[in-house]
């Protein structure tokens, strides 16, 4: 069709607009929320082109209907009722579909994100069954009705016996028909994102709204690397628990803070479900960084040596500023590990407020492990 | 591609329909252009619909995002295309596929009635009939450019000229185009001779009587004419010009390529026009015929009688804060049609002030279809409204006037007063909804800076599109330019140089 090559110039622009709001995006959160199964709608503040018209509100206009002058016809700074009759509901501002793998894919020519290099060459296959054709043999409890009955009609209407006005139609042996199927094979997904995060009292809303922010675009990023991926999500105070994602940006809780309980129970997770023989792992932790004794970080830091970072691709830990806590935590890891040098495959990074986000994720995505 | 190639030609029923409601139609007295329907899918109806009924237009990213648009709520079950039909001579019409039969004889009659408008109203006298090859030939140019000097060039040309695409003069077309102004400005007096009595126009007149019959004064009054027609000459444009485009074309400094582009863009631009200025009419007239043809013809099925009223009603809902043309275009062609039936109008019924003669007024005239074909024939939105607009009809219609309120931040009725109604509807009808604009002055402030005037008449700009299209105008003119206006009740110049906006005061004098 003709209209392909308009529509795709069409979503080069809105490509190149996307890009360039990219940042404002992120820090705003104002995706989240606008998101499908793998589509983002995104919502485009101008995509017109101008000319000279008339102020609207300046403007006012005709309508028709029930209602006493001074009567409200609805708020706010559109129009009222705008668009063709006849043609549907007009449409205010525009909206436009992008996939997550595309949305992925701008981000990582933004940010400039190396590609992913997976871990070996482990992917698992798995295989299922799918019914994909017809055959004339099979168990009559995957008979195919409407088939049988075709073969049956056309069988005697050929021979000459069909009546249209006593239709009866007898299916025999020959006319029957069954499901079939093929087996699938597909990969399966191969990592795994453990998202740790801190709720105890020193963790505002703010704070998490960073973190949820941060972990959508994580997650787009990683989905649009690998095949499949898993999320599994680990809040802690002073104990920790495995979540849901709505629990886990949901959640406030109070009290102390023991990080070694997080990472005790990563490790759990790892050792149970995810193999790093066959898993690319990747485990986030974020919190303000105040720990609740200098015994329990030198546990974590032990944790660290001994499982998370040497069976993970990437150990990442962002550190949200909040009025507070200490911000000690960070400093303790830096302490302890080579971090910022290129064998270190944990990465740390401070968020100030949402508009540092953008840069955390280059720090956390940029080594492309 | 192959399913696009395959030329459906109609099933035959609905062939049978077609020659059957084209009779009918005739019978009524419509007179059409031979029209040829044919049949196609959704896709290709978004597609077609994108590109403004053309097949074939050129190419630019505004057809792609009307074509997600539509395909989208389409998909999506928000709305459905149901009919498309193109003015040219022959007329095409386009059926959606898998449309039930009620819905196509619905379109049908309904396409007949646009055929019978696009044939017979003035305002489409000046159109080009041939635009389907125009439009065609328009693509191969711009495609070719795009080939010389890149897609992106070429396109970002055509955002800026579509920016200015609406400072057309929609009424050029039928003002016929004065030659002999040409030919004036060659018979101009040259500077010397300004002064010399002699060569002032004299009326004639013998010798002896010259001095009577050309008194001093008349001389004098002469003298002074000719000095303000020079002086007018020496400005560009000698008066101020309407079609900015015009103007645009043959006074900035454009390259070949851009100067038909823009060339381009004012033709498609004239010939969607009428089309902009006889939205409610043409809605109306063909709403009438469908209706007329459908239920009065016995076209319509009686097992198909609800989808019938149901697509109808569709069409012609009201929905509250919105002006639906189909609805007012049927119910004042009706309106029309009864009053001159019963015979009310003309200085007698204008005069008579007894509410209860007035509502029984039966003159049995009988006049009503032959009225309402004249009025099909001469009018436009603006002028049907403005001689048919009646208080009754206003409040049987329930029309009222909306205006937003800054304090509730939201929009309100504002009176259902019929001269209110009357007024804001033909003041949204005047020049398509558009404001105003004239180039005034293209040596303005002596520095070949282009001065343009909004002619305002109540209602401001939208100063944040002024300031967009002024930056779009600059890349065409290339030296500063001007727009003065008003903006809450003052007068200002709102420029761009290049690099950024200006706003003060401004003496329109």
Known sequence: ?369 | MIQYLKVSSLPTELQEWRTKIEAIAKDEGLDCFDTLFEVISYDKMSEIAAYGGFPTRYPHWRFGMEYERLAKSHTYGLSKIYELVINTDPCYAYLLEGNEMVDQKLVMSHVFGHCDFFKNNFFFSRTNRKMLDTMANHATRVRRYQDMYGITAVEEFIDVCLSLENLIDIHRPYVPQNKTEVEERKQDLPDELIGDISALPRLRAKEYMDEFVNPEDYLEDQRKRQKETLEQQRRIPERPERDVLHFLLHNAPLTRWQRNVLGIIRNEAYYFAPQGMTKIMNEGWASYWHTHIMTKRGVVDGNECIEYADRHSRCTVMHKGRMNPYKIGIELFRDIEERWNDGRFGLEYDKCTDMAARANWNTNAGLGREKIFEVRRHHNDITFLDEFLTPEFCAKMKLFTFAHNPRANEWQIASRQFKEVKQKLLFQLTNMGQPVIEVEDANFNNRSELLLIHRHAGVDLDERYAHETLRNLFTIWKRPVYIGTIKSDRNVLIGFDGREHSEEGFDEG
């Open chain 1, 1 to 369: 069709m003709r209209i392909k090559q308009d529509h795709s110039r069409f979503r080069h622009i809105v490509r190149g607009k996307i890009r360039r709001n990219l940042k404002q995006y992120i820090s705003t959160g104002s995706l989240i929320g606008k998101q499908g199964k793998d589509k983002v709608s995104i919502p485009l503040p101008q995509i017109e082109l101008p000319r000279f018209k008339f102020n609207s509100q300046n403007e006012g206009g005709v309508g028709q209907g029930e209602g006493e002058p001074g009567e409200s016809l609805g708020s706010g700074e559109e129009e009222p009722g705008q668009g063709e009759a006849g043609e549907g509901e007009g449409e205010k501002a525009l909206e436009v579909d992008v996939t997550l793998d595309e949305l992925a894919q701008i981000l990582g020519e933004e940010l400039e994100l190396p590609r992913i290099e997976p871990k070996g060459q482990k992917e698992v296959v798995t295989e299922h069954d799918r019914y994909t054709g017809i055959r004339p043999v099979g168990p009559n409890s995957l008979r195919h009705f409407k088939r049988t009955y075709k073969e049956a009609l056309k069988r005697t209407i050929a021979i000459g016996e069909y009546n249209p006005k006593n239709p009866v139609v007898l299916p025999i042996r020959d006319d029957m028909r069954y499901r079939s199927w093929s087996t699938v094979k597909s990969p399966q997904s191969n990592a795994v994102v453990i998202y740790m995060m801190d709720v105890s009292g020193s963790m505002g809303d703010e704070q998490k709204e960073i973190v949820r922010i941060e972990s959508f675009w994580i997650n787009a990023w990683l989905k649009s690397q690998y095949e499949g991926i898993q999320t599994r999500y680990i809040i802690h105070d002073a104990t920790a628990r495995e979540v849901d994602d709505h629990t886990f940006f949901h959640t406030r809780e109070s009290g102390g803070t023991m990080i070694s309980s997080a990472y005790k129970l990563a490790a759990q997770i790892i050792e149970d479900d995810y193999p790093s023989s066959e898993w690319n792992i990747y485990p986030f932790h974020f919190s303000d960084g105040d720990n609740w004794s200098v015994d329990d970080t030198r546990t974590c830091i032990r944790l660290l040596n001994e499982t998370l970072v040497p069976s993970a691709n990437q150990f990442s830990y962002g550190q949200v500023e909040s009025p507070y806590g200490s911000g000690q935590f960070i400093k303790d890891l830096r302490e302890n590990f080579p971090v910022g040098e290129e064998s270190c495959s944990l990465v740390c990074s401070e968020i100030k407020n949402k508009d540092a986000i953008v840069e955390s994720i280059k720090e956390f995505l940029g080594a492309g492990r």
